[in-house]
Structures are given as structure tokens and as C-alpha cells.
């Protein structure tokens, strides 16, 4: 048993709709950037799930992750050009609230995807990897292997300064995994566990994950737990300690599950990683949408939680007792479903 795709076939039969019907409706996805590749596979999802049923999809996304006035341009697009709803990965989760406001008055439908707003029911509703979980995953098992977790020095590599839902969701999960006592948990760096070596930025890339663990190494050259949002953070987080010669005695954890970061923990680069599963998570943002321009019926969300949960899989090639956990073989087989 795993956490994997909790909710998704009851979801999947329930848009089993007529898609003739929906063939005068749009959709847009506005995603945080183009590039990573997250949000490509994101993409594909919404644009092969559009045309199975017949509906417009228009794509737009920031120049880079952390560009909200791009996004606040494309949701005003969406609503000028009559759209039915909208699929939003937010760069700033408070920010773009407003905007998403005057979609709603507008009779748009706004879905979140990945990364809830601020507040959560700002959006009509989420869909979304149980981010708090996912670091949850994480840092359980990174606890588990290293035992003795007195000695430990944690390394944090974040987002961004404006702390989006997503990042802190993972963040937080991961500290209460491994055992740390948390601040508040609507904000990361209140912690006062002096385990914790210091919380950095990677911007989510790999240049930025290098550059985090750089200044994190600074700050304590024994660090020997590195947390990082994504993959390609973790992946310049290990270039930067294979420069100083510390990559195969640092355990380094992350969240995404794409088929390059699996590759990486084949390799021995990222310890764990908790996979989520966008194709998925944005046809069915893109069936939801459809629905409810149609029939007026609004997505519920999973039972216990206040959006709708898409699953999520520990990832890794030394398990450990006492969590649910999948091989990388069987995450290369589901690598971003």
C-alpha cells in the first residue's frame, strides 16, 4: 500500500461526461514558468485531456518561477477572452488572490493546481499532491536512515523570499517528519531547533540549489541533511557538496518524482523523493473545469482535507522499516503520470 493517486479514479469516472458538449468551452492553464519540467508534463496532461473532450486550451505561464505580473496579465487575458475556467500554479500565493477574485465575479471557474492559495478556498477549488505529506515522506525516512538523529545539521534549500504554499507545505512537513518542533507552520525559519544549520533560496533550479547549498556550507561545512524543494535544487545542491568532496555522506532529499529525479536517486545523487503526478493532476483540473462550465457541478474535495488530493509516493532504493515506500524501478514506471 501507498499514498499513490488517492482519490483519482473516483474522480477519473465521475468526467466520464458526454465531451461533445464541452466543445464550446476553454480552459486555460497559466503554470509558474514554461521550462521546468513539471509544468511541461503538466501541460501535456491538460492539452491531451482538452482534446479528448473537445475543449480550447490556452497555455500561458511566468517568464520564471516567481513571476506573478505575468501571471496577473494571462488570468486578465482569460477573462477578457470569455474563458470557462482556469488551471493556476501561483508564484505568489497571497498576491494573485485578487486577480483570481475578479475571475470568480466573472464567472470563471478557478482551479488550483499543485500549489493552494492563500487562502485555500481563494480558488474554487485545489488539486494538488498533499504537499505537507510529501515532506512528511521525506524527512520520516531521511530520520529512519540516519538513526541517531542528535548529530544531524540540517540543511533547508526554499523556493523563494515570498514562501508559496507549496514550499512552505513541503518545508514544514519535512521538519515534523525528521522530528523538529515547528514555529509557526504558515511560514518557514521560525524554527528554534539547533539542528537546523539555516533555511537558503534555490529558485527551484539547479544553479540556485547549487548556490543555496554554497551559502549553506558557509554557514556549517558539517552539514549532513539537505532538504530541497524540487529535484533540480537537489541536484545543484549535490554538485556544490561534490566540490568540496561530501556528496556520498550527506543525505539529501526532495519532492517531484519526475523521470530525471528518480534517475537521480538511481544514481545515489537524492537519498528519497516524494513523487507526485501532474499528467494526472491537470487533466483532471481539465475535466473538472468542464463539468462544471457544463452542469454546473463544482469538484469536491477528498474526504478529510480541503482540496482534492492526487496522490503522492515515497520514492527510493534503500527502504527503511515503518513507511510505505516504492522502488525506483516502480517510480520510473510512473514517473509523472
Not at 242 to 250: I, L, P, Q, T
Request: glycine residues 12%; contains cysteine; charged residues 20%.
Amino acid at each position: 500500500m501507498n499514498y499513490l493517486k488517492t482519490g483519482v479514479a473516483a474522480l477519473a469516472a465521475s468526467v466520464c461526461m458526454a465531451g461533445v458538449a464541452a466543445a464550446n468551452t476553454s480552459v486555460c492553464l497559466i503554470t509558474k514558468d514554461a521550462t521546468n519540467p513539471f509544468f511541461v508534463k503538466m501541460a501535456q496532461g491538460a492539452f491531451a485531456k482538452a482534446a479528448e473532450l473537445g475543449v480550447e486550451l490556452r497555455s500561458y505561464a511566468g517568464k520564471f518561477d516567481g513571476d506573478h505580473e505575468t501571471q496577473v496579465a494571462a488570468i486578465e487575458t482569460c477573462i477578457a477572452a470569455g474563458a470557462g475556467g482556469i488551471l493556476l500554479v501561483a508564484s505568489d500565493t497571497k498576491a494573485i488572490t485578487s486577480s483570481v477574485q475578479q475571475a470568480r465575479d466573472a464567472g470563471l471557474v478557478v482551479l488550483a493546481l499543485d500549489t493552494p492559495l492563500d487562502p485555500i478556498d481563494a480558488a474554487d477549488m485545489t488539486f494538488a499532491t498533499d504537499n505537507f505529506l510529501a515532506g512528511e515522506l521525506i524527512g520520516a525516512w531521511a530520520a529512519k536512515t540516519m538513526g541517531d538523529t542528535s548529530g544531524a545539521k540540517i540543511g533547508l534549500l526554499n523556493i523563494n523570499v515570498s514562501q508559496p504554499t507549496v514550499g512552505v507545505l513541503r518545508n514544514q512537513g519535512f521538519l515534523q517528519g525528521f522530528g523538529i518542533d515547528l514555529g509557526d507552520p504558515s511560514k518557514w525559519g521560525d524554527e528554534t531547533d539547533s539542528r537546523i544549520v539555516g533555511h537558503e533560496l534555490s529558485n527551484g533550479n539547479a544553479e540556485g540549489g547549487r548556490k543555496g547549498m554554497e551559502n549553506l556550507l558557509a554557514i556549517d561545512p558539517g552539514i549532513n541533511v539537505v532538504y530541497t524543494i524540487n529535484e533540480p535544487a537537489a541536484a545543484g545542491a549535490y554538485e556544490a557538496l561534490k566540490a568540496v568532496g561530501r556528496e556520498n555522506d550527506v543525505i539529501i532529499v526532495s519532492v517531484d518524482g519526475g523521470c530525471p529525479g528518480v534517475a537521480d536517486v538511481a544514481a545515489g545523487v537524492i537519498g528519497a523523493t516524494a513523487q507526485q503526478y501532474p499528467l494526472d493532476m491537470a487533466g483532471l483540473g481539465v475535466a473538472a473545469i468542464t463539468k462544471a462550465v457544463e452542469t454546473g457541478e463544482m469538484p469536491a474535495a477528498t474526504d478529510g482535507k480541503a482540496f482534492f488530493d492526487t496522490g503522492v509516493g515515497l520514492i527510493t532504493d534503500a527502504p527503511v522499516d515503518g513507511l510505505d515506500q516504492l522502488s525506483v524501478a516502480e517510480g520510473a514506471d510512473l514517473c509523472w503520470g
